[in-house]
T-cell receptor
Framework: LAKTTQPISMDSYEGQEVNITCSHN???????ITWYQQFPSQGPRFIIQ???TKVTNEVASLFIPADRKSSTLSLPRVSLSDTAVYYC????????????FGRGTQLTVWP | ETGVTQSPTHLIKTRGQQVTLRCSSQ?????VSWYQQALGQGPQFIFQ???????GRGNFPPRFSGLQFPNYSSELNVNALELDDSALYLC????????????????FGPGTRLTVL
């Protein structure tokens, strides 16, 4: 499984756009890129998943360059409730749920 | 809410004791995975059950064992508890399809906070 590298922490203010970048230089051809969000004392929650180019859903966008060696999670107009740890994972279906989490990025949103 | 429930919410045990944690997966999901999350760390994969059979194991000793029942609920058992077993234990369910290339989305429960004294 490809190793991922993310910033340990980020700060932002309410209403701003936040971009969290993840490096995965050894990503394999079949790997998908997935982001999870975790609040204190809760289980992680799936945010978004993509393979290439751009994916957008109701909460976030995921930008993946052509070489796929990195990806950027974009959170538009963050609020205080977006304060959480964000994890970037790579893998594909054959791992059948063996998700490997790093330490994630602690995002703190200030008023 | 993910539809995944875990019990108990909190648990305090002493070193050497045994513990059983329970998980009810989301309706229709055939796969359950267990994770251990120490304070300040990301979740670490313990093992996974697919249709009642263990389908992979992380770097955890044999005193960590599990079961999956016909209704796809699951148990995690830990024998001979050690102080380092203190952590949040997370259960996640999904509908794994061995032919599916996309990494399956896992739905996590709220976790069981285990404290070993």
């Amino acid at each position: 499984l490809a190793k991922t590298t993310q910033p340990i922490s980020m700060d932002s203010y309410e209403g701003q756009e936040v971009n969290i970048t993840c490096s995965h230089n050894n990503i394999a051809t079949n790997d998908y890129i997935t982001w999870y969000q975790q609040f204190p004392s809760q289980g992680p929650r799936f945010i978004i998943q993509g393979y290439k180019t751009k994916v957008t859903n109701e909460v976030a966008s995921l930008f993946i360059p052509a070489d796929r060696k990195s990806s950027t999670l974009s959170l538009p107009r963050v609020s205080l409730s977006d304060t959480a740890v964000y994890y970037c994972l790579v893998g594909w279906g054959s791992t059948l749920g063996r998700l490997y989490f790093g330490r994630g990025t602690q995002l703190t949103v200030w008023p | 809410e993910t539809g995944v429930t875990q019990s108990p919410t909190h648990l305090i045990k002493t070193r050497g004791q045994q513990v059983t944690l329970r998980c009810s997966s989301q309706s229709g999901h055939n796969t359950v995975s267990w994770y251990q999350q120490a304070l300040g760390q990301g979740p670490q994969f313990i093992f996974q059950y697919y249709r009642e059979e263990e389908n992979g194991r992380g770097n955890f000793p044999p005193r960590f064992s599990g079961l999956q029942f016909p209704n796809y609920s699951s148990e995690l058992n830990v024998n001979a508890l050690e102080l380092d077993d203190s952590a949040l234990y997370l259960c996640a369910s999904s509908t794994a399809n061995r032919l599916e290339l996309r990494l399956d989305t896992q739905y996590f429960g709220p976790g069981t906070r285990l404290t070993v004294l």
